[in-house]
């Protein structure tokens, strides 16, 4: 117990810390006006106080990701806790913080088009496909997975029960922000942190060992597969993620204050990486071995070990209550990945979402093409979700370094974990079989070129300083 609370300590101790290293790089100014009050619309843009935004932020970003990734995770062992913590810390929470502040100084526009004006129109293009891509896939995997476990909760039909959550995430999606997921985002937080606190309790107090493996040297997983590049793909949300920088401009039209970023942005990853932290602990400590794990894991989906998990450690009331929480995560993230479709495509149109009549003219298609999507099978979609998650994570801390370079800044807090997330999707996309599927060797090799050449592009680019908030 006492290593996953160092765990946590070091999570905490790194908002502090470097967070406030990440934030004296960007400079925030206080005294510059906000979306919310330069382009207030009562739709989109919405003043909202920052401990609201806060919530609103974690339980956008907090989907299954860093519960499922964490329980798949756990199968490799230990490594996964530090790549959780020093993931969060220097990869996640700076990709999170600045894709929401670059957000914030342009008018609160969507992380394709922010991108696109530091790499140009063709990456505009890619960001679009890539972030449309992402939030369709992340929408199927966010209904299914809540869906399942309000089946075996309740006994209804889980077709039924998708159809209802879809209906859920219509109405999100084309209602104004402040109608559904502002006044119900506070009540879901607060299940939020009792799910969490209450499974990190069950594991103090229970008579099994805590982490009872502490080897990083060794690869638990019982397969075989490799720690490189695998885990880095499959933990995703629990220490890097291109999903919430899609998420993030929706908190960027409702700040009030550029200083309140680093908690919204910066802390929200790092309440995130706590979650991370308890499931996957979870997943080592209340199994015998990764065996035990991976077998419950095949006879279901990863939230089967969550039904375990929370019965186990908080009874059937508990347990109850708990699985709400793990509920409530991947519905909260799917209303707002569909909603982010939408002002995504209405940017690229150029629509003006201020009558329903156009909300629902692109919500309708984009609910039609998920419905189709939510067909095929779970863990296949949860492959390319993976891979396009952390593709997109990788493509925007890159545009974050050149801003930063472009401004005279520190571009290093980006362009690092830039270069290891790009060795880390190259190398997973040759090797895969959902790729080219190329030796390991190969592929491990070219993702090192990728990067290598990836930096010296940067380098090599002219340090011409773009005026901050050009679109605003």
Not at 7 to 17: E, F, K, Q, S
Not at 155 to 166: P, R, S
Not at 408 to 424: E, N, R, S
Request: with cysteine.
């Amino acid at each position: 117990m006492t290593t996953l609370l160092l765990c946590i300590g070091l999570l905490v101790l790194g908002y502090l810390t470097y967070g406030k290293v990440v934030e004296r790089v960007f400079g925030p100014d206080s005294s510059r006006p906000t979306p919310c009050s330069t382009m207030a619309d009562g739709v989109d843009y919405a003043s909202m106080p920052t401990w609201k935004v806060f919530f609103i932020q974690l339980l956008d970003i907090a989907g299954i990701g860093p519960i499922f990734g964490p329980i798949l995770g756990a199968l490799y062992g230990p490594i996964a806790l530090v790549w959780i913590v020093v993931g969060a810390i220097f990869a996640g929470a700076v990709h999170d913080y600045l894709s929401g502040m670059l957000s914030v100084r342009n008018k609160g526009a969507s992380i394709p088009e922010v991108v696109g004006l530091f790499l140009g129109h063709r990456a505009r293009w890619v960001m679009r496909f890539f972030s449309l891509l992402l939030l369709l896939l992340v929408g199927v995997v966010f209904v299914l997975s809540p869906a399942q476990l309000l089946g075996s909760l309740t006994g209804l039909n889980v077709q039924f029960l998708v159809a209802c959550i879809f209906g859920y995430y219509f109405l999100a999606t084309i209602l104004p922000i402040d109608k559904i997921i502002g006044r119900l985002y506070p009540f879901f937080g607060a299940l939020l942190l009792f799910m969490t606190l209450g499974v990190l309790m069950g594991m103090a107090l229970g008579e099994a060992p805590v982490l009872p493996n502490l080897d990083i040297t060794v690869n638990t997983h019982p397969q075989g597969l490799p720690i490189w590049p695998l885990l880095f793909i499959t933990l995703s949300c629990g220490a890097i993620s291109g999903f919430h920088s899609t998420q993030s401009p929706l908190m960027a039209r409702c700040i009030r204050n550029e200083s309140s970023g680093r908690l919204v942005f910066y802390g929200a990853m790092i309440a995130e990486g706590i979650i991370a932290l308890v499931w996957a602990a979870a997943g080592m400590t209340l199994f015998y071995g990764p065996e035990a794990l991976f077998q419950v894991i095949q006879s279901g989906t990863p939230s089967l070990v969550v039904e375990q998990v929370c019965r186990t450690l908080l009874g059937p009331v508990g347990g109850f209550l708990a699985i709400l929480g793990v509920i409530v995560l991947p519905v909260t993230s799917g209303d707002t990945a569909f909603r982010s479709c939408r002002l995504i495509i209405a940017e690229t149109l150029s629509l003006s979402q201020a009558r329903a009549a156009k909300r629902l003219a692109l919500a309708v298609p984009l609910f039609i093409a998920a419905f189709l999507v939510s067909t095929q099978d779970f863990l296949i979609i949860w492959r390319y979700f993976g891979w396009s998650n952390q593709t997109l994570a990788m493509l925007v801390l890159w545009s974050a370094a050149i801003f930063l370079r472009q401004q005279a800044k520190c571009h290093w807090i980006a362009t690092l974990p830039a270069l290891f997330m790009t060795a880390v999707t190259v190398s997973f996309i040759l090797q895969a079989p959902i790729g080219f599927h190329f030796p390991p060797g190969l592929s491990n090799l070219a993702g090192l070129v990728a990067a290598f050449l990836a930096l010296v592009a940067l380098l090599r680019r002219p340090r011409q300083p773009r005026q901050q908030g050009n679109r605003g």
